[in-house]
């Protein structure tokens, strides 16, 4: 079955570096990812949408890139701040029925 | 404009009774996908409406069910609660569901079965 995944474990990070969470995807060649931010509580907030032809895209200090070889989506927080702690969601839709398969995220803490 | 609106966002039910939650999605939209979500967890995937027709399902019991009427608003039931139910339930919108289309969450509903 279509299925993402991202890296269950928490990702501890400086405040000030950057921080780089992985989302790969397996059995489906997703024509688009999305990345999502969800905090305590609440519902996921959408970031960033790329197309598997666009190597990467930027949205301020965010980065996501679309690697179709490796099946692999990177997304990047530059200059991190502890208000940037929160679950990052991997997100694409299913090719034959277009609902939205879901990574389990990834919880980033950035310390200062 | 107005996002995505779900109610009640609290709600106290005890075990076997029923209960329903709505979710206005943003004007527009005619796709609204229903989600449980319990501390620690995942997404996990209820169902998705789309133009009043049930589109999409994920793996959850007859209990739940739901609907969606013809201003695209949508309601959730789940009849014979069980503590097991107690999650946050989070309603997202999006304009057609298409490909590139990305998805408006709401606050969420906090549901516990006590």
């Known amino acids: 079955s279509q299925k993402i995944e991202q890296n269950s474990e928490a990702l501890n990070i400086q405040e000030g570096k950057t921080a780089t969470l992985t989302c790969n995807y397996t059995?489906?060649?997703?024509?688009?990812l999305q990345w999502y931010r969800q905090d305590p509580g609440r519902g996921p907030v959408f970031l960033l949408l790329?197309?598997?032809n666009e190597k990467e895209k930027r949205k301020e200090r965010l980065k996501v890139t679309f690697d179709t070889t490796l099946k692999q989506s990177l997304f990047h927080i530059t200059a991190s701040q502890p208000a940037d702690s929160a679950t990052y969601l991997c997100?694409?839709?299913?090719?034959?029925?277009?609902?939205?398969?879901w990574g389990a995220g990834t919880k980033l803490i950035i310390k200062p | 404009k107005a996002g995505v609106t779900q109610t009640p966002r609290y709600l106290i039910k005890t075990r076997g009774q029923q209960v329903t939650l709505s979710c206005s999605p943003i004007?527009?939209?005619?796709?609204v996908s229903w989600y449980q979500q319990t501390p620690g967890q995942g997404l996990q995937f209820l169902f998705e409406?789309?133009?009043?027709?049930?589109?999409n399902k994920g793996n959850f019991p007859g209990r739940f069910s739901g609907r969606q009427f013809s201003n695209s608003r949508s309601e959730m039931n789940v009849s014979t609660l069980e503590l097991g139910d107690s999650a946050l339930y989070l309603c997202?919108?999006?304009?057609?569901?298409?490909?590139?289309?990305?998805?408006?969450f709401g606050q969420g509903t906090r549901l516990t079965v006590v």
């Open positions: 997202a919108s999006s304009l057609s569901g298409g490909q590139n289309t990305e998805a408006f």
């Open positions: 997100a694409s839709r299913a090719d034959s029925n277009y609902q939205l398969i």
């Open positions: 059995n489906y060649s997703p024509a688009y």
């Open positions: 790329i197309r598997e």
């Open positions: 409406y789309f133009s009043e027709t049930q589109r």
């Open positions: 004007s527009g939209h005619r796709s």
